[in-house]
């Protein structure tokens, strides 16, 4: 299959241009072929932002249905006061990786279930752990004067992502986050803040807007993810088990 020279979404051959991300398809780029490597985390800022509206707009019921199971989900652990910090733990991040592996599959130009939301339980104990440590981490670089909380929260912003679509293990995955973030790492701390910005706008109109800000959020990460790492894997398929690099 064709793919995008920009984005790296796959195509059908005959678009003028990418449906994701707006690149040209056919001027001096040659679809069926070998086409020059682009250097990852070539594309804007911008258009991470742009690509990751394109996605949600092609599931915008499941992004927005799921939306609202996550803020159920989250109102009822409340009434747990006792566990609710664990068990949210355990839950946020399988749950947040279904943004990541609709909108993969939306890359992918498969189409999606509503089910595939959950897929990310499949990860459930190296995301878990990860979760943990990263925020052990985190939070002991906000106490050393908050700089370092900071650098790390950017350096590990892909982890997650790389133990879902990689299927590394959590350590692999932080490391692997950290030295290829690294030397963009302002950039993508702009682009935290533009996500950050977003969602303050999508807060306005007593927080409805959120319901839209946050899986396109997720869309964004994903493209930026795809951008700097490419997405390798085939979620139409069962996941196979952990590995190292």
Not at 115 to 128: K, N, T, V
Request: proline share 9%.
């Amino acid at each position: 299959m064709p793919r995008c020279p920009g984005c790296g979404n796959q195509l059908n051959g005959s678009e003028p241009h990418c449906p994701a991300c707006g690149q040209s398809t056919e001027v001096g780029t040659n679809l069926h072929g070998p086409t020059p490597p682009q250097p990852p985390g070539s594309l804007p800022l911008g258009n991470y932002i742009k690509i990751g509206w394109e996605l949600f707009k092609q599931y915008p019921g499941g992004f927005v249905g799921f939306c609202l199971v996550n803020v159920v989900i989250h109102l009822a652990l409340h009434a747990l006061p006792r566990v609710s910090w664990l068990v949210s733990a355990g839950l946020s991040a399988p749950l947040f990786m279904g943004n990541f592996i609709v909108s993969a599959k939306l890359l992918q130009r498969q189409t999606p279930a509503f089910r595939d939301f959950f897929s990310g339980f499949q990860f459930f104990w190296p995301l878990f752990v990860l979760s943990l440590v990263v925020s052990v981490f985190i939070g002991i670089g906000m106490i050393l004067l908050i700089i370092p909380g900071v650098y790390l929260a950017v350096a590990y912003l892909f982890a997650s992502y790389l133990v879902v679509d990689r299927r590394l293990d959590f350590w692999p995955a932080m490391e692997l986050s950290r030295r290829t973030v690294n030397p963009r790492w302002f950039g993508y701390f702009v682009f935290t803040l533009l996500l950050a910005l977003l969602n303050l706008a999508g807060a306005v109109l007593l927080g409805l807007g959120l319901l839209v800000t946050i899986p396109w959020s997720f869309c964004a990460m994903t493209a930026a993810y795809a951008d700097l790492f490419g997405v390798q894997s085939d979620y139409t398929q069962e996941a196979p088990r952990l590995k190292t690099p």
